[in-house]
């Protein structure tokens, strides 16, 4: 039995298609932001840059209208395949890993070990959208692996994802993910949550 068997993982590739991934990247990529909040409560001012040291990224309404109604598409599929029932998720987050940034290990909502409003978040999703390199090399990045946590009712293991750009991976909310330090280079992702 392989470690993805053992983590309830959904892997969607091409989920952006090559076009709608370079424009939404060389968006990203002129856009500025600010450090993310934990858990995503940026008003509330939770950075914690020993925790989560990140970059949110401003972009424009019309991209980010793009992928929600790409992520809208796809909420029977997830629907299906978790289980669950869905009202619906959230606003997508543009993030810029830069060289040493890093998310530890954490859980995205869906526990009771979370006490905000996360806590209602079903389904994690993560849309990778430039290439790892073990060499630095353009539009390349090194490090960073999304790396999932499980075996807690048997053995232990974790689990590093390299997925090609475009592609989308999607697990339960409580499961227990981290993303390692960058290396060198910039990581560009999507996230967003199904409720």
Same mark, same amino acid.
């Given at each position: 039995? $392989?470690?993805?068997?053992?983590?309830?993982?959904?892997?969607? =590739? @091409?989920?952006?298609? %090559?076009?709608?991934?370079?424009?939404?990247?060389?968006?990203? +990529?002129?856009?500025?932001?600010?450090?993310?909040?934990?858990?995503?409560?940026?008003? %509330?001012?939770?950075? @914690?840059? &020993?925790?989560? =040291?990140?970059?949110?990224?401003?972009?424009?309404?019309?991209?980010?209208? &793009?992928?929600?109604?790409?992520?809208?598409?796809?909420?029977?599929?997830?629907?299906? *395949?978790?289980?669950?029932?869905?009202?619906?998720?959230?606003?997508?987050?543009?993030? /810029? *890993?830069?060289?040493? @940034?890093?998310?530890?290990?954490?859980?995205?909502?869906?526990?009771?070990?979370?006490?905000?409003?996360? +806590?209602?978040? =079903?389904?994690?999703?993560?849309?990778?959208?430039?290439?790892?390199?073990?060499?630095?090399?353009? @539009?390349? *990045?090194?490090?960073?692996?999304?790396?999932?946590?499980? $075996?807690?009712?048997?053995?232990?293991?974790?689990?590093?994802?390299? %997925?090609?750009?475009?592609?989308?991976?999607?697990? &339960? %909310?409580?499961?227990?993910?981290?993303?390692?330090?960058?290396?060198?280079?910039? /990581? *560009?992702?999507?996230?967003?949550?199904? /409720?």
């Amino acid at each position: 039995m $392989g470690l993805k068997s053992m983590i309830d993982l959904l892997v969607i =590739k @091409d989920f952006l298609d %090559a076009t709608t991934r370079e424009e939404i990247l060389a968006e990203m +990529r002129l856009s500025s932001g600010d450090l993310a909040a934990v858990y995503g409560k940026q008003d %509330a001012g939770a950075i @914690d840059t &020993r925790v989560r =040291k990140v970059t949110r990224l401003v972009i424009s309404s019309g991209a980010s209208d &793009r992928v929600m109604r790409q992520l809208l598409n796809c909420k029977g599929a997830i629907e299906e *395949y978790f289980g669950i029932t869905s009202s619906g998720c959230e606003e997508p987050q543009f993030l /810029r *890993y830069n060289t040493g @940034d890093f998310f530890v290990a954490h859980q995205d909502g869906n526990t009771p070990l979370i006490l905000d409003d996360s +806590r209602l978040r =079903k389904v994690s999703v993560v849309i990778l959208l430039n290439r790892q390199s073990a060499e630095p090399a353009p @539009d390349r *990045y090194g490090g960073g692996a999304l790396i999932l946590h499980g $075996g807690y009712c048997g053995p232990s293991f974790h689990l590093p994802l390299e %997925a090609d750009p475009g592609t989308l991976v999607a697990f &339960r %909310a409580e499961t227990t993910h981290e993303v390692a330090p960058v290396t060198h280079g910039e /990581r *560009y992702t999507i996230v967003s949550w199904y /409720r």
